[in-house]
């Protein structure tokens, strides 16, 4: 991948100012902080699709003169972020939130026969320095804060593809709505629907086949995530739901499992990270159906919390199988059907 062009300018909004850092003129570290960004962003798997509102809105008239080997108007850029950082933080300022200060980061890459145009805001933390004490602030090394732009462009200049990134859980929407002025191609609605669907039909179904106990666990905390959170992202529900997992079955495929469930987005086109639509996560759209005899089902509504103690299996003397669920108003129905695992009638 060649660079062609790169930029970094401080944002800070409470003092109404920005200042343009020369990389080449700074340190090495400045350098390589600046080249694992853009690795960062160039291979990030979580991230939404949009588009642009306009062909002549300010960033993309911007980007184009960027594609034209033109880089004169990287502080247009950095002055309307300057300027709509300054109205968001006015239109939360009741909240008691703060819109942290920090550097735009920008770059005009080549990749075989495509140009990649990369914006990012890079959130600065305070820290308390080694040496004195004292308390400064900076750009994270290890676990960078940052909201990024990546579009991609064929030669004749032609948008292919735009997505937008965010390492925090809710993505914010002065970043991509006001001020890189994009529209969702995906809506939480539809992401939110998809993903479930998806994973229910290519994912969880052909686990259902051959290790029924593990489908219900992962199905389970899948319910769960959805039910609990506010965004989707492929990244963390994978960590919450399955890379510390132990499966019941000693021959269940978690890491093909995990793979598979990595690359839904990009194989079935819907974002990697969303919004979490509520109404798509109803008890009716998410319930699980287990036949328990050809008279019998066991329907679980919704995520239970405390799976295992709630639904519990074992075998009487004579190697039938039971399942005992703890239940105070079920009991009420059943109360006199004495239980005798003896195997004795």
């Known amino acids: 991948m060649d660079i062609k062009f790169t930029s970094l300018h401080q944002i800070d909004h409470h003092l109404n100012d920005i200042k343009e850092i020369d990389i080449s003129d700074q340190s090495q570290d400045l350098k390589d902080y600046t080249n694992r960004l853009i690795a960062e962003i160039t291979e990030g798997t979580s991230k939404r699709k949009f588009q642009f509102r306009r062909e002549t809105t300010e960033v993309r008239n911007v980007i184009g003169q960027f594609l034209?080997?033109?880089?004169?108007?990287?502080?247009?850029?950095?002055n309307r972020l300057l300027d709509v950082e300054e109205n968001a933080q006015k239109a939360i300022e009741h909240l008691g939130n703060k819109i942290q200060k920090g550097s735009l980061f920008q770059a005009h890459l080549e990749d075989n026969d495509h140009h990649i145009v990369v914006i990012s805001k890079a959130d600065q933390i305070n820290f308390l320095a080694e040496d004195?004490?004292?308390?400064?602030?900076?750009?994270?090394?290890?676990?960078?804060?940052?909201?990024?732009?990546?579009?991609?462009f064929n030669n004749e200049n032609q948008v292919i593809e735009t997505f937008v990134y965010d390492t925090t859980p809710r993505m914010a929407k002065y970043w991509w709505d006001t001020y890189l002025e994009l529209d969702e191609v995906y809506?939480?609605?539809?992401?939110?629907?998809?993903?479930?669907?998806?994973?229910?039909?290519?994912?969880?179904?052909?686990?259902?086949?051959k290790h029924k106990a593990d489908h219900t666990a992962v199905r389970n905390k899948a319910v769960g995530?959805?039910?609990?959170?506010e965004t989707f992202e492929i990244n963390g529900f994978l960590d919450t739901i399955l890379s510390n997992y132990e499966p019941v079955d000693p021959d269940f495929p978690k890491t093909k499992t995990m793979e598979k469930v990595r690359n839904l987005p990009e194989k079935y086109n819907f974002d990697s990270q969303f919004p979490i639509a509520t109404e798509e996560v109803t008890s009716r759209k998410v319930k699980n159906k287990i036949n328990l005899t050809d008279r019998m089902d066991l329907i679980l509504k919704e995520n239970i919390p405390e799976l295992k103690s709630t639904v519990q299996s074992f075998r009487d003397d004579e190697q039938r199988k039971w399942i005992a669920i703890r239940t105070d108003t079920g009991y009420d129905h059943f109360e006199g059907n004495e239980a005798n695992f003896t195997g004795e009638e």
Do not use: C, M
């Open 187 to 209: 809506t939480p609605e539809f992401n939110t629907k998809t993903a479930l669907k998806l994973l229910d039909s290519k994912v969880l179904a052909n686990i259902k086949k």
């Open 68 to 78: 034209n080997g033109t880089y004169t108007s990287k502080e247009t850029n950095a």
């Open 225 to 229: 995530y959805f039910q609990s959170r």
């Open 132 to 152: 004195d004490f004292t308390l400064k602030s900076g750009l994270p090394w290890e676990k960078k804060i940052f909201k990024a732009f990546l579009a991609r």
